[in-house]
């Protein structure tokens, strides 16, 4: 962890992680079934709100311009190291897309800008062994996907939601946006991503949450 990381320790915090782990242990919302998602929109056991709700644990780091860098690394043909005016020298596209949250919570059309997975991949170019992507936020907080679930075109490194800078109390400076997968996969205060050959699951993963974490296929956890 970096010097600059708010390291997730607390009472209350302990308590909220408590709480989401006895979800995990009960199955709590499950509906045990699944939806094909080019024909529901709304997946299995998902509720509609128009509103953002916040989820994290609790800790909101302040992440300036100045303190801002993004590191790009592990088994790549470049490294990068960025700042954000480095960041944001990067092609920039807008894109539309869904959200949805394992606490049961999705909300349509998404309005974003930012950088797209794919033009990072263009960038970096991650040697052929590599098979995961780990991303590690301002808080602490981890979290881990697959090389094809990153390589997609509606992932993106975001910085705007409906034409306004990403609060901090939603991740900002940058905060990753995976769409097809659960919330959770989408770290806040994004800091570093990482390739890998080898799996790390991050910090739900490791306290009951799915490693893929589908909403189509309910893969809440496991
Ligand atoms: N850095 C960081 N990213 C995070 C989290 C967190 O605690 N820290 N929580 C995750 C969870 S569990 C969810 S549901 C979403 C919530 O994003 P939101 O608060 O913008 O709705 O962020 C995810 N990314
Ligand atoms: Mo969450």
């Excluded at 800790?59 to 790009?72: G, H, I, N, S, W």
């Excluded at 990072?120 to 094809?148: C, M, S, W």
């Amino acid at each position: 962890m970096a010097d600059d990381d708010i390291p997730i320790t607390g009472a209350v915090r302990d308590k909220l992680i408590e709480r989401k782990q006895d979800w995990a242990r009960e199955g709590r919302l499950l509906t045990g079934t699944s939806a094909d998602p080019t024909r529901e929109r709304l997946p299995p056991g998902q509720r509609l709100v128009r509103d953002w709700p916040v989820l994290d644990l609790g800790a909101q780091p302040q992440v300036t311009e100045q303190k801002f860098r993004l590191d790009v690394d592990g088994a790549v043909e470049n490294r990068l190291s960025l700042n954000l005016s480095e960041f944001m020298a990067l092609p920039q596209t807008e894109s539309v897309s869904d959200m949805h949250c394992v606490t049961q919570w999705s909300r349509y059309d998404n309005h974003w800008k930012g950088v797209a997975a794919r033009d990072l991949l263009a960038v970096v170019q991650p040697k052929p062994e590599v098979k995961h992507v780990i991303f590690t936020a301002y808080d602490g907080y981890t979290t881990n996907i697959r090389l094809e679930q990153f390589d997609q075109p509606d992932v993106f490194l975001v910085h705007q939601w409906e034409g306004q800078p990403i609060s901090r109390e939603h991740g900002g400076p940058v905060r990753m946006l995976v769409p097809r997968l659960y919330l959770w996969k989408s770290a806040k205060w994004l800091r570093r991503i990482h390739f890998t050959i080898s799996d790390h699951p991050g910090f739900w993963e490791v306290r009951g949450y799915h490693n893929n974490g589908d909403p189509w296929l309910e893969e809440r956890y496991g």
